[in-house]
């Protein structure tokens, strides 16, 4: 079968680039099936998240028992992954979220995780003794987002954390420009919070820009600030934590149920003041520190972990995928 697979923007066909997402394509051809571009006619369509326009580009020539659904993006993000209506369009669909995929009657998958580690006490003496924070500036103006809550963080925790990522210190005519582009997402939603533009057009002295490699950004620090995108999912963030050997403070999912145990990480509430009082504690417990970094590397050598290793999950949804077309 002639399969085309959309990019996670969703402005056109996927482009695959080597690993991981090379077992994705393997797992498909050993199936037999062959992956053409969108404008190739294929028999069947594999979204990575959704995409309105692609799929009306598609039309009717795909029946709904050919077409698949990855998310890729929570709700504040992407609303329209979300739409129950989802369900009559797609075969199935797949989410990174067992809450997800309960509430929206769909399949869970783990986040695919990356795989190269290093001793976490590597030195560590010479490491700068601060929160390392690698997330992007974005604004989404809907409800329960958390991308304010970063950025009431960032500023009442400013002296322990130093900022990597995009679009900070951008002013306030591009900051406000992102707020303007997110309202589509936030009608769609039906869900607008006047909150979610605290911090418009701040700037932070203690901003270093994008990073190439986020390990070797990471592996320069005792600590990370994790922030997550969503409650209600666990991304590559607190791996990326791990892999790199410092101490996560994090703020997000209940790790365990996800899979992680609770041990990996100073789990903190969504709150400034409550993540600045952690963050002194933490610093200054070091009997802490050497605990959550021994719990990190025991999981990294778990089979629990080698179960989200990136390659084994894109591998498994081609393989359901497969299963579903055959």
């Not at 149920?257 to 600045?276: L, M, S, Y």
């Not at 952690?278 to 719990?295: G, P």
Request: glycine fraction near 6%.
């Amino acid at each position: 079968m002639k399969i085309a697979i959309t990019s996670q923007d969703g402005k056109g066909d996927f482009r695959f680039t080597g690993p991981p997402w090379d077992s994705f394509s393997s797992t498909l051809k050993k199936h037999g099936h062959e992956i053409i571009p969108l404008d190739s006619k294929p028999d069947a369509i594999i979204f990575n998240n959704f995409s309105g326009s692609l799929l009306h580009k598609v039309g009717d020539s795909i029946p709904s028992s050919r077409k698949f659904l990855i998310v890729w993006e929570p709700p504040v993000n992407l609303p329209q992954n979300f739409n129950r209506k989802n369900s009559k369009i797609f075969n199935d669909i797949f989410f990174p979220s067992t809450i997800w995929a309960k509430q929206y009657s769909g399949r869970a998958f783990s986040w695919p995780q990356g795989s190269h580690a290093e001793s976490p006490k590597d030195n560590w003496e010479n490491r700068i003794n601060k929160f390392c924070f690698i997330q992007a500036n974005r604004w989404q103006i809907v409800k329960n987002e958390k991308y304010s809550l970063r950025r009431r963080v960032l500023r009442e925790c400013n002296e322990y954390v130093d900022i990597y990522g995009r679009n900070w210190n951008q002013g306030l005519m591009v900051d406000l420009l992102y707020v303007l582009r997110s309202m589509p997402n936030a009608l769609i939603a039906k869900s607008i919070s006047l909150r979610a533009i605290n911090g418009i057009g701040i700037s932070f002295n203690n901003c270093m820009g994008p990073v190439e490699d986020k390990l070797k950004t990471l592996r320069q620090y005792r600590f990370a600030l994790i922030i997550e995108n969503s409650d209600e999912y666990v991304s590559e963030k607190i791996v990326d934590a791990l892999l790199a050997g410092v101490v996560p403070l994090y703020v997000g999912a209940e790790l365990n149920r996800f899979g992680f145990p609770d041990g990996i990480a100073n789990v903190c509430e969504p709150d400034e003041r409550a993540i600045e009082s952690t963050m002194k504690k933490l610093m200054a417990d070091i009997i802490l520190q050497q605990t959550i970094i021994e719990s990190g590397k025991e999981f990294l050598n778990s089979d629990t972990f080698r179960a989200m290793l990136n390659y084994r999950v894109l591998s498994q949804l081609a393989e359901q995928i497969c299963v579903e077309l055959e």
